[in-house]
């Protein structure tokens, strides 16, 4: 629950404070003249900041929105003034705005200025020229269609965006939850936001000013979220979604007078790895990650590197950190693992009798060393390498045991 919070509040605690600041009389009446610094600031330091970190997805969103930004000031007036125009270009704004937010959030990181990176700049560029392009041939039948209704109902007269681009906004959303629910990252969060931001923007899109507003705290949601990524990256490991032992560091500094620290190594996983592969190797690191992260009596669990865990039990006595320690040992004891193998058919035999190879339950074990300051371990740096001789004692009498 923890997780989830701390993914949707920073985008959303910044678009509700936006949505709060343009209704104060005070910034109102400067709302001109913040519209005239705070976007372009934002577009920029999202773009250079996008740039220096090789995060392509942020540097394409500020592009996105400075595009709508650009395009929404200034289409209509390239058409001398025509408001048909700019209602044209706002349309088409709030129809593939959300729809490259969303595109976004699912491209994998390809740099910038690589070809794929590249490539997705000049789709980006492109769509402004395209949508030009088709609106021409018959520009009121273009937006008679763009500005349609969907379902023809009193309710829903009163939309502040057209009925079309408001359902592809809406769908965007769905997709975004969906995609954050399922994996809980500060990446979807931001971008769910951002696009509520846009809506929020278009809502308001006669308004030049605060569209303009809105466009940049979407910008600025984004370099929020690619923030929150980067420090992920640093301090989670990737492979088991636990803490990594950079984050490891910063806790021990954290500690008290009274803690337990153990040691964790999952026995045999050379020869496990050796004779399965490196693949069901991954999988058993991630099953024993999953369950340490699940340790009870407040413990918290880190990747050490390679098999080895940490498990910090802040304000703990000895003798319960060792009873939560030795329920870990035995659900791990007892779980299994599945190996399936490689040569299975893709599709299940009709007649049982025909299957080659079955799946195979091993067993997987650890072995786990604790220790806690005394007389002669007064550090966290000296506990935690008197756990770590106590896991060699561990493995010396036989592994699968707790010692101390």
Known sequence: MNAVLSSLLPGGVVLCAAL????IPCIQDNIGDIAGVYPYAAYLFSMAFGWRFNRSVLAFGAVCM???HWCLLHFGALHHGSDLYWRIAYVSASLLLPLNLLALSLFKERGIFTPRGLFRLVVILGQPVAAGIIAARDPQRFLEVLEGNIVETP???GLPVPQIPTAVCLGCLIVLA???MRNRGAKEGGFFWAVCAVFAAMAEAPD???AAFHLATAAFILLISIIEVSHAMAFRDELTGLPARRALREE????GSEYCLAMLDIDHFKKFNDRHGHDVGDQVLRMVATRLARVGGGGRSFRYGGEEFTV????????DALEHLEELRKEVASSGFVIRSPMRPRRRPKDPRRRPNGPKTVSVTISIGAAWPDGSTRTADAVLKAADRALYRATKKGRNRVSN
């Open 20 to 23: 709060f600041l343009v209704n």
């Open 66 to 68: 400075a595009l709508t």
């Open 155 to 157: 309710w829903l007269d």
């Open 178 to 180: 969906w995609l954050f």
């Open 208 to 210: 030049l000013d605060v």
């Open 252 to 255: 021990l500094l954290k500690l």
């Open 312 to 319: 910090i039990f802040p304000g703990r006595y000895a003798e």
